[in-house]
Nanobody
């Protein structure tokens, strides 16, 4: 079964940091661009960041630019999302998903699959 598993979420104070991990099970991530998404209560799922299969190209939503950094270690079959300077509005369940191409081009959910179960990030004092 092809599946992604997210981890690393938790409760953090405003201004704090977290690093999320997205590990693949049942397949290798080498050939896929990977996207991070988030969904807050009552809101639609939104794209946060994406990284190409080689890691040479990345993309960020305007709301997280300069604060979040996406990276990948294909040897470990894992993609990371380093989140710094967290704000209460970053509170959401964070998901990773594999894009059906090796490059990033937007966050249309129809082009992403193998969704993980999500990891909760709560930013609160």
């Amino acid at each position: 079964q092809l599946q992604l598993v997210e981890s690393g979420g938790g409760l953090v104070q405003p201004g704090g940091s977290l690093r999320l991990s997205c590990a693949a099970s049942g397949f290798t991530l080498d050939y896929y661009a990977i996207g991070w998404f988030r969904q807050a209560p009552g809101k639609e799922r939104e794209g946060v960041s994406c990284i190409s299969s080689s890691g040479g190209s990345t993309d960020y939503a305007d709301s997280v630019k300069g604060r979040f950094t996406i990276s990948r270690d294909n040897a470990k079959n894992t993609v990371y999302l380093q989140m710094n300077s967290l704000k209460p509005e970053d509170t959401a369940v964070y998901y990773c998903a594999a894009r059906g191409f090796d490059y990033c081009s937007g966050y249309n959910l129809a082009f992403f699959g193998s969704w993980g179960q999500g990891t909760q990030v709560t930013v609160s004092s």
